[in-house]
């Protein structure tokens, strides 16, 4: 459900009128380098008389811990919910108890839900593909050595401006078209925490780089694979690696508790 009227950071106060519940979420929304110090996604807008909750929020990069501005709006939302445990535990100690751990909104669907609105392309029936955020030169030799291996083919989902030898350029590839690659790809390589969850989601042999630069951006994949005994995925240095076959019966057995639980606070709300 969509609102008629859609806001600008200076107009959205105006919302006080319609609405008697604000929920803030998910993603990077307590990023203030992203959002251009927008305590809006605080809902910093919102009356005090106003129920204020947040779902799956997430810091990103951002330490929110070192803000006090962030802390106290922070402070003033009655029910909220991390993506990360690692900007839970910035939290005051007073105020940590008040907040709790919920699965990104990805993984509160099925992949039979996710791959209903998947778009086919045409592609060969077995495949690696490549996703990858901050590409890397040694994230295409390890694949290009992968690919050698299995003589299978390179699918690489590029946004960027060079095309790159040895495998297929996909660009401008949709939300939708990207579903149907996760599902039908037999090996993914990747180092995005969504590139990650649609792995575990559509139950793929994968392998999911951690970052090496930034302080805080390893937090949501380490957590995710941490919460599902996935933790040998993060290792790329052997190709063989992939190979190592996962109990997705048990990966998604907890996939469904974490649902569960995060569908659970949803209700709360």
């Not at 811990?65 to 939302?77: A, D, Q, T, V």
């Not at 592609?123 to 040694?138: C, D, R, T, V, W």
């Not at 690659?181 to 180092?191: F, P």
């Amino acid at each position: 459900n969509v609102s008629k009227l859609s806001y600008k950071p200076e107009t959205i106060s105006t919302a006080n009128v319609e609405y008697d519940v604000f929920i803030t979420g998910s993603d990077q929304v307590l990023n203030l380098d992203l959002t251009d110090s927008d305590y809006n996604y605080y809902l910093s807008f919102a009356h005090s008389t106003k129920k204020k909750c947040g779902y799956a929020v997430s810091q990103g990069n951002y330490d929110i811990s070192k803000n006090p501005e962030s802390i106290s709006y922070l402070k003033k939302i009655h029910l909220l919910s991390f993506r990360e445990r690692v900007a839970m535990n910035a939290l005051p100690n007073d105020y940590r108890l008040n907040s709790t751990h919920v699965v990104d909104p990805t993984l509160l669907l099925t992949k039979d839900e996710w791959f209903s609105i998947a778009e086919s392309i045409k592609i060969p029936e077995k495949f690696i593909l490549l996703y990858l955020i901050s590409p890397k030169p040694h994230n295409f030799s390890y694949v290009k050595e992968l690919a050698k291996q299995k003589e299978m083919p390179i699918y690489y989902i590029n946004y960027t401006y060079t095309m790159h030898l040895g495998m297929h350029n996909l660009r401008y590839v949709s939300p939708e078209q990207f579903l149907y690659l996760i599902q039908k790809a037999s090996y993914i390589v990747t180092n995005s925490f969504h590139g990650t969850t649609f792995s575990v989601i559509f139950n793929k042999q994968f392998v999911s780089e951690l970052s090496h630069e930034k302080q805080h951006a390893n937090a949501r994949i380490n957590e995710l694979l941490i919460d599902l005994d996935l933790q040998d995925r993060i290792d790329q240095k052997k190709v063989l690696h992939i190979d190592n076959k996962i109990d997705y019966e048990s990966v998604n057995r907890k996939v469904a508790e974490l649902r569960k639980n995060s569908i659970n606070f949803l209700k709360q709300i």
